[in-house]
């Protein structure tokens, strides 16, 4: 028997190591089997989100249903670590008589080391475990500089990915074809395994699952969006992007079915910002970057500055201020609209992202790592990857960082894309009456009409900003 082992990788098409598992002829008789590994002690040591399990555990629900469609039968296997991985996993496949196990490749350090261990027990059982790429449309490690490292700068490696895309090119892998009778599925929520422990099992109604709803999603935003992506992105009042990170972070969807859609949208693949349709590739290839990056440099995994130097900045550990921004009580509108968004839904628009990071590194100078753990506590898209990289670049310790004099002003930011106050007034409730020409700047009106609720600047943004660069300036020194 062949198993295969889903991960971050829950869709049937582009799905190599299921299609290598399913599509060998010279095995077309030899039954398959499939896996997934519930591990709640492991996804909370993560600080994986309460959104996001219920999100992915949905998703499982979906394919355990299309696979039994399929006449492969989805087993769940439940361990609290993944120390406790290998010896079930031996264990299971010595019960069902496994001979191979197929698996795309994992990014993070802990679930290497946890594939790792799994190959060593399961080798004195004679099963052969092969690995493959599905989390990028390049396997990391295909793009180098010309001595063999890895890019410390995106626009280099941007421009080199998009050359070995053009030589190597891509291909997408169909969905296995059925190979045996349907077999019946018994839902999550039945299971016996389905105890407090996991929670509420049911989905977010905001965030609907499956491979059909992923790619209704895509081909809406590359027939509506994507030409005017480049000005609408940054608006969080907008609806100005593809919001298909949580199918990307979940492998509903995968980042090569993503670039094809696009180039058959447009015709061809856009090579330079000058085209429709790059800036959305381009974002692509920043997600390739940090997912490269993070196979190549571990340290990153494992809670440290991609620049070393940088573990001596003395960030503040303040929970008082900490608390201030994780609930949206800073004082300053765009931020706590963003905040209290991501409380609310589980998702917060990129350009908010950028805000609010910086608020917390530069005007408070709390440690970068507060925020990552905070958001990967919150978000329905949560990825190592993408929010280490991000907490990195705007805390000026990683790669292709911020310039450490880069500062964003969090009131000319609320300014500049949230001009008339939409977003923040849906947010911060206090401040829906406020007029626009004060909304960015509202507690000389809130003065005026009688005070209110909504809390003073908790910073001086601008004695902020010098204290910041001052600790990078003695950092250098």
Request: aromatic share 10%; charged share 20%; hydrophobic share 45%.
């Amino acid at each position: 028997m062949r198993l295969i082992w889903f991960r971050n990788d829950l869709r049937l098409a582009d799905n190599p190591a299921l299609r290598s598992c399913c599509g060998n002829a010279s095995a077309a008789d030899e039954p398959v089997a499939a896996l997934f590994v519930i591990s709640p002690a492991q996804w909370r040591a993560h600080k994986m989100a309460p959104v996001r399990q219920r999100f992915i555990l949905a998703q499982v629900d979906v394919l355990g249903r299309e696979l039994a469609a399929l006449g492969i039968p989805l087993h769940l296997l439940r361990v609290e670590t993944f120390a406790e991985v290998p010896a079930a996993l031996a264990d299971l496949t010595r019960q069902l008589g496994v001979t191979q196990l197929y698996a795309n490749q994992a990014i993070e350090i802990d679930e290497q080391r946890r594939d790792g261990a799994v190959t060593r027990a399961l080798a004195p059982q004679g099963v052969s475990c092969h690995w493959f790429n599905g989390c990028c449309v390049l396997p990391p490690g295909r793009v180098l500089t010309g001595s063999g490292e890895m890019f410390k700068v995106f626009t280099p490696f941007g421009r080199a990915w998009l050359k070995a895309l053009d030589e190597e090119g891509f291909v997408i892998h169909r969905a296995p074809a059925p190979r045996a009778a349907p077999l019946a599925w018994q839902p999550l929520a039945e299971r016996t395994f389905a105890d407090e422990t996991l929670g509420e099992l049911t989905p977010d109604p905001r965030w609907p699952v499956g491979e059909a709803e992923a790619q209704r999603r895509l081909h809406a935003f590359l027939d509506q969006g994507v030409l005017d992506y480049g000005e609408t992105r940054d608006f969080p009042a907008l609806a100005g992007t593809s919001v298909l990170s949580p199918y990307l972070a979940a492998g509903i969807l995968s980042a090569r079915q993503c670039v094809a859609a696009l180039q058959q949208r447009l015709g061809g693949r856009p090579q330079s910002k000058a085209q429709p349709g790059f800036v959305w590739l381009n974002e692509l290839i920043w997600r390739e970057f940090y997912r490269h990056l993070l196979v190549r440099v571990p340290s990153l995994s494992m809670n440290r500055p991609f620049k070393p130097e940088t573990a001596a900045l003395p960030w503040s550990w303040d929970p008082d201020a900490f608390a201030a921004w994780c609930e949206g009580r800073t004082g300053y509108p765009v931020v706590d609209a963003a905040m209290r968004c991501l409380n609310a839904t589980g998702w917060m628009h990129n350009r908010l992202r950028m805000i609010v990071a910086s608020f917390l590194t530069k005007d408070l100078h709390i440690h970068w790592r507060l925020g990552e753990d905070y958001f990967m506590s919150k978000l329905i898209d949560g990825d190592l990857a993408a929010n280490n990289g991000g907490w990195q670049w705007a805390a000026g310790t990683g790669a292709d960082a911020a310039p450490y004099f880069r500062v964003f002003n969090p009131t000319t930011q609320g300014q500049r894309f949230d001009p008339q106050g939409d977003f923040i007034r849906t947010w911060v409730k206090e401040l829906a009456d406020v007029p626009p020409a004060y909304i960015h700047q509202p507690h000389d009106w809130l003065r005026l009409k009688g005070g209110g609720d909504y809390p003073a600047p908790m910073v001086d943004h601008a004695l902020a900003r010098v204290k910041a660069i001052e600790m990078f300036r003695n950092l250098e020194k």
